[in-house]
């Protein structure tokens, strides 16, 4: 069973960045593609952003031209930039298994005004 573990997130200003990393348990992240999602208070689980098995970025709504992703042996990684209040969520990567995925725990992002 693969687990997979977020670290990174903290309290950042509005405008601050934050880097989200997730590794997996083993040690190598050897899956081919990758995202992280975000669940905001009293919203549903929702996409920021991914990465195909062929190097393709999936945006979310919220995240054009503010966060990336890369993704490497390691870990897959969320650069965000120009935090608002409104990205305060707890984020959560995911690695598509199949009709299922495996998630982790979530890391606690808050952004202040």
């Known amino acids: 069973q693969v687990q997979l573990v977020e670290s990174g997130g903290g309290l950042v200003e509005a405008g601050g960045s934050l880097r989200l990393s997730c590794a997996a348990s083993?040690?190598?992240?050897?899956?081919?593609?990758a995202g992280w999602y975000r669940q905001r208070p009293g919203k549903q689980r929702e996409l920021v952003i991914s990465?195909?098995?062929?190097?393709l970025i999936i945006y979310g709504d919220s995240a054009r031209g503010r966060f990336t992703i890369t993704k490497d042996d390691a870990g897959v990684y969320l650069q965000m930039n120009s935090l608002l209040p409104e990205d305060t969520a707890v984020y959560y990567c995911?690695?598509?298994?199949?009709?299922?995925?495996?998630w982790g725990q979530g890391t606690q992002v808050t952004v202040s005004e």
């Open positions: 083993g040690g190598t992240f050897s899956f081919p593609a």
């Open positions: 990465i195909t098995s062929t190097g």
């Open positions: 995911n690695v598509p298994r199949g009709r299922s995925a495996y």
